[in-house]
């Protein structure tokens, strides 16, 4: 039942021998560019492998833009990028359809978001309805020009980056757009030797110059399908539902997760065990996945933010009551 | 309840003295009496601290309340021990109330591996400021009632209480800018924007960001959107925490009379809808910038309450420092503490403020009315003098102004149907 | 279950009685019908009188409980001082009488105060003259006297306990009962076993003039156990009341030195929340290792047996720890840990088969672990289920 369920067909897998090579090769490419934040790779691959979005939340210049480039030159697909401003237009989104004298009718051009992999830089400083724009596309992988719906290439991945600070003059994503996102991670500065290997690497020329494919998009898609074969075991599921269900009881918790958070949660864990050369979800996993994927989905209450409290801490600490099934249950 | 059990010192003195009685006449069954007793005791002390075997408490309360409230706090009693908790008290200190601790029983069955809240109601009796909740405790009797085990669970909540707030019916809401100058940042954000007002020709200095291209088009020169939120009252408390303001004890103080009026006046302007910033230098320097929601309310509240009268920077240069970062069309409010300011610093000031398009609106706490702290008394004719020359200083300038004595209470002040309404009236 | 305490008070007031009187005066069938029945009726009338008692301000009736019980009491300990130090059973039966004839006073009043301390003493009284008869009497006076005296105090503890919180009685005096009697009942069987052991011959009644012969000096009726100096009754009447009042005053004294612990204020209106599972149903710890079957059971078995290992030397597995988790924080044997740690999660959380050698290194492995373990323990760890607890991962 494991067996089957590994992912990346190109490659055979056994669990006991492991083996996914390519994510490791995935991964080394990446750290080319990112030095020292290898959690933050897993994680990030995990919401690409689970077919889900990812938010980065974090200060200018820690590497945003640049992980998420590197990511999608490392897989062989189309990539494209969209800064947003306030004055940018859902239409410069998603495309315009423009008159064609020559064959005398409207002709559809297509905008930034039909691509596989899409940087949304600032996310925030665009205005609610372009930000709109892209929800649709997040959800229903498609986009509706003229009342025709036309469809995003597969595989579609979207990277969106916002910055914490400078907050005049932007637009905070609202709750329903937050929840389309699988995840929020914020990538943090590197550590001492890091840094001073990256100023080393970066001395004369930026290496993701050098960066290549490790994958093409055909590859990427199978290995999306492989990864939600992944075995979990039900008590693992019910770990997660216990999870979920207690940051909506958490005190400070105005609302807590929802359920598609539960199924996202689900999702990256089967893609991070797959990372981690696992036939199998293991409550670590979920554990790691936890936060990431949960805490821009609790809305604290008012009074509880003034105390400083965010959905981070709520998901720690609801990380820290749950029990982690351990025992057999009796059956 | 008392945790003293009413049976024990009178059965144990029978006990004793059965005993003794026993040993004297060569009775066993008086001895075995005592011998009994001495075993119920034995078995007490056990039982009771069996009672709390894996027992967990936990308490939920909001951080704040205003004076007066009657707020529910949760103790969350949890049992991991092996067996069901019966007749568990758990009692909590509530550090705002009059009550030393409140206790709650829960008279069970709590089995293995369950929950349960159980709640108590709680007055906030005392006076604004900083209180803690807690520590909570877990005690259990033996079934006997004669010993009572507790366990102490060693957390304390910081609790705020904020004054009780009076709504100020003359701090109108008419104090709008028409539209936004080039300088001021708009403060359209969190998905309000879309309350589009209209259109203006662009100005230079106009952030580029906020041209409304189609307009420009249609136009052929540059327009500049305005959104609603830029045309919301905004409102600002300049607050008086210079050390020289100091006077008088507890309730009959200037910090009294400064909080109170102080949180009534922000709570206005919350309840319109206002955005309102506080701005204070005391030891240190407080800048609660401008926001809108319950939430910045309470962060305000929550600086008002920390606030100490220990600084030496004079409210009128707080101002003049600020004075530029406000928005045109605000409502400033000073809160004064001293009376005894140099007047013509003062008429600068709020002139300077009308300069730049906000309105100034002033409460002088009459300092030199309260018994002095720490310099030498006021004579009554001085200190009515500079109470007068203030006022006429006032009136000149047509500031909207209360001065405030210790004759009257912050609530009556502030119930007082002129209050901050017109120009302040000759002294009574 | 104040019903319950009345009726067991009313047993103790009963049982004192009639064992006083069955040691001195031998009374028969008939009279301790008539015993039961009149304390019956007489404590009957006293429950109805009690409201009128309430009229009067607590604070007020409290010190007249406390003035009453005291010289009764007084008298009481001097008769009863008196009785033992001077063993003549004219004195014993006279103090019984007295004494049972005062019981019903004391039946009466028993509202009189929230706490009837008056009627268990006197109580106690008529059961210590009991007692100085000895014998099975005497072992039943003092195992009938724990029992009925340690379950009104049990019964009377929740009574109030639950009526200070505002709680309904009547849902948890089962409970109440059972628990009372759980810890009364064994003592007293104990004690009355006990005593009959000890002493299994009652006091004749001649013998105690022997023992006064031989080393007591009595007050002035030696020989005469028939006829009783009313000065004797005199000295124990003024010398209780005197005692009384000094015992009074000088505890009203001691009392106002004592502020004692702070009183907490009951909740004026419980609020008692549903019941919420922590563990899902169904997952209960036992303490007994469940049987698990199949190679996957024996490695989970032989895991679970390390985790019970690790806890009795004091390094529990936390509830919110992962098994990863849990070998990170244990450290020592690093290699060996990490082994059974990796069968284990494959065999609980993995589908694939578990070799026969994977349950075989399991199983070694957790006793290698367990013998490292007692060897060099680790630090002991708190087990803190408290949601503000340190984080995990780290030892206290």
């Known amino acids: 039942m494991a067996t089957e369920g590994t992912p990346g067909q190109a490659e055979p897998a056994h669990p006991a021998a492991g083996g996914l090579p390519i994510f490791t090769r995935l991964m080394d490419n990446i750290e080319k560019v990112i030095l020292g934040k290898r959690e933050v790779i897993e994680t990030i691959l995990s919401a690409l492998l689970a077919r889900g979005y990812v938010l980065v939340e974090d200060l200018p210049g820690v590497g ?235 809305l604290v209450k008012p009074h509880s933010r003034v105390q400083g409290v965010d959905g981070k801490r709520v998901v720690e600490e609801v990380l820290r009551t749950v029990e982690v099934p351990v025992d057999f249950e009796p059956r | 309840m008392d945790t003293y059990s009413p049976w024990r010192g009178f059965l144990t003195a029978v006990a004793v003295l059965a005993g003794l009685l026993g040993f004297a006449s060569g009775a066993p069954a008086l001895v075995g009496f005592a011998f009994g007793w001495a075993l119920l005791m034995a078995l007490g002390v056990f039982a009771s601290r069996f009672g709390l075997v894996g027992l967990v408490g936990q308490r939920r309360i909001g951080p704040n309340a205003f ?3 009657l707020l529910t706090v949760d103790v969350v009693l949890e049992n991991y021990g092996r067996r069901a908790a019966r007749f568990v008290v758990a009692s909590d200190t509530f550090g705002a109330g009059l009550a030393d601790r409140q206790s709650v029983l829960e008279a069970g069955p709590l089995p293995s591996m369950h929950r349960r809240v159980l709640s108590y109601r709680a007055f906030v009796a005392r006076q604004w400021g900083l209180y803690t909740v807690g520590p909570l405790s877990l005690g259990a009797w033996d079934p006997l009632g004669l010993v009572y085990a507790s366990r102490e669970i060693p957390r304390l909540d910081p609790f705020e209480v904020f004054p009780r707030t009076h709504e100020i019916e003359s701090l109108s809401t008419q104090a709008g800018r028409a539209t936004i100058s080039p300088r001021d940042s708009t403060a359209a954000a969190a998905g309000q924007s879309l309350l589009f007002r209209g259109v203006r020709d662009f100005e230079a200095g106009d952030d580029v960001r906020r041209i409304h291209w189609p307009a420009t088009a249609r136009r052929g020169s540059p327009m500049v959107r305005e959104f609603e939120r830029d045309q919301q009252p905004a409102f600002v408390l300049f607050l008086d925490l210079d050390r020289r303001g100091r006077a008088g004890i507890g309730r009959n103080s200037t910090l009294e009379y400064l909080v109170r009026i102080g949180a009534s006046i922000l709570w206005t302007a919350y309840r319109r809808g206002d955005v309102l910033s506080l701005v204070a230098e005391g030891e240190r320097e407080i800048m609660v910038p401008p926001g809108q929601d319950e939430t910045h309310l309470a962060t305000a509240m929550h600086e008002l309450v920390r606030v100490r009268q220990r600084g030496t920077t004079s409210l009128l240069t707080v101002v003049d420092r600020h004075r530029e970062w406000l928005p045109s069309g605000t409502t400033a409010v000073l809160l004064l503490a001293n009376p005894d300011i140099d007047l013509d610093a003062l008429s600068q000031t709020l002139q300077g403020l009308r300069a730049f398009a906000v309105r100034p609106l002033v409460v002088a706490v009459d300092t030199l009315q309260f018994p002095p702290v720490d310099r030498p008394p006021t004579p009554v004719a001085v200190a009515r003098e500079r109470r007068e020359a203030l006022r006429q200083c006032l009136v000149d300038l047509d500031v909207a102004a209360t001065i405030v004595g210790p004759d009257e209470t912050p609530e009556e002040t502030l119930k007082r149907t002129d209050f901050l309404k017109n120009p302040p009236g000759a002294a009574s | 279950m104040s019903t319950l305490a009345s009726v067991v008070l009313y047993l103790l007031a009963l049982d004192a009685v009639a064992c006083a009187t069955l040691a001195w005066t031998g009374p028969g069938p008939l009279e301790l019908v008539g015993w039961a029945v009149g304390l019956g009726v007489v404590q009957m009338v006293g429950e109805k009188l009690g409201s009128s008692f309430v009229t009067i301000e607590a604070k007020r009736r409290d010190r007249l409980g406390t003035f009453l019980g005291t010289i009764q009491l007084s008298v009481l300990v001097l008769a009863l001082v008196l009785a033992a130090a001077q063993f003549s059973p004219g004195l014993l039966r006279f103090l019984t009488n007295v004494l049972a004839g005062y019981q019903v006073v004391a039946v009466l009043l028993v509202r009189l105060t929230p706490l009837p301390r008056g009627l268990v003493g006197q109580s106690l009284a008529l059961i ?5 008869r ?38 948890h005096s089962p409970r109440a009962l059972w628990r009372s009697l759980l810890v009364v009942v064994p003592v007293a069987l104990l004690v009355g076993v006990g005593v009959v052991q000890v002493d299994p011959e009652e006091r004749s009644l001649g013998e105690a003039v022997v023992e006064q012969e031989e080393g007591y000096v009595p007050l002035d009726q030696r020989g005469e156990e028939s006829k009783f100096d009313p000065r004797a009754l005199r000295a124990i009447v003024l010398a209780g009341f005197g005692g009384a009042v000094a015992v009074y005053f000088v505890g009203r004294l001691l009392n106002r030195g004592r502020k004692g612990d702070p009183k907490s204020i009951e909740t004026p209106e419980p609020l008692r929340g549903r019941l919420e599972r922590i563990r899902p149903e169904g997952q209960r710890r036992s303490r007994a290792l469940p049987f698990y079957r199949g190679a996957r059971g024996r490695v989970v078995q032989a895991y679970m ?25 244990l450290r020592e044997p690093k290699t ?41 323990p680790p630090r002991r760890r708190r087990v803190i289920r408290d949601a503000d607890a340190e984080p995990p991962n780290e030892t206290s």
């Open chain 2, 67 to 69: 004076e007066g409230d």
């Open chain 3, 134 to 171: 000895g014998g099975p009497l005497g072992a039943w006076a003092a195992a009938s006297a724990l029992g009925l005296t340690g379950l009104y105090i049990g019964l009377e503890h929740h009574s109030r306990l639950l009526a200070m919180h505002r709680v309904d009685e009547e849902p």
């Open chain 1, 64 to 298: 945003k833009t640049i992980l998420a480039r590197a990511l999608a030159l490392s897989i062989q697909g189309q990539y494209r990028r969209v800064q947003c401003t306030p004055d940018l237009l859902p239409s410069d989104v998603t495309g315009v359809s423009i008159w064609d004298p020559k064959e005398m009718q409207f002709k559809f051009r297509p905008g930034p978001i039909f691509t596989n992999v899409l940087l949304v830089d600032e996310v925030n400083r665009a205005t609610p309805r372009t930000q709109a724009a892209f929800l649709e596309a997040m959800e229903e992988r498609q986009v509706s020009v003229d009342g025709h719906p036309y469809a995003i290439p597969k595989p579609f991945f979207l990277i969106a980056t916002q910055n914490p600070i400078e907050m005049a003059g932007t637009f905070p994503l609202p709750e329903a757009q937050l929840d389309r996102f699988m995840m929020r991670i914020a990538i943090g500065y590197p550590a001492s030797t890091d840094e001073v290997n990256m100023m080393r690497a970066q001395r004369e020329l930026h290496p993701i110059r050098f960066l290549k494919p490790v994958m093409d998009a055909e590859h990427l898609m199978k290995t999306q399908d492989a990864v939600r074969k992944i075995f979990i075991h039900d008590s693992v599921l019910s770990y997660i539902q216990r999870i979920v269900d207690e940051t909506r009881r958490h005190p400070h918790a105005a609302f807590g997760s929802s359920p598609r958070g539960a199924l996202h949660l689900l999702h990256a864990s089967q893609a991070l065990a797959a990372i981690r050369r696992k036939s199998f979800v293991t409550p670590d996993h979920v554990k790691t996945l936890a936060e990431p994927v949960l805490a821009h989905r609790v």
């Open chain 3, 128 to 132: 210590a003259l009991a007692c100085l």
């Open chain 3, 336 to 376: 060996t840990l990490a082994t059974i740690t990796e069968i284990f999660v494959r065999a609980r959380y993995g589908s694939s088969e578990i070799t026969d050698d994977d349950v075989a290194q399991a199983e070694g492995g957790s006793d290698a672990v367990l013998a490292h373990l007692s060897r060099q």
């Open chain 3, 305 to 329: 047996s390390l985790l019970r290992g690790a806890e009795r030397i004091g390094f529990p597995r936390r509830p919110h720890e992962t098994a990863d988790e849990f070998a990170a924080a």
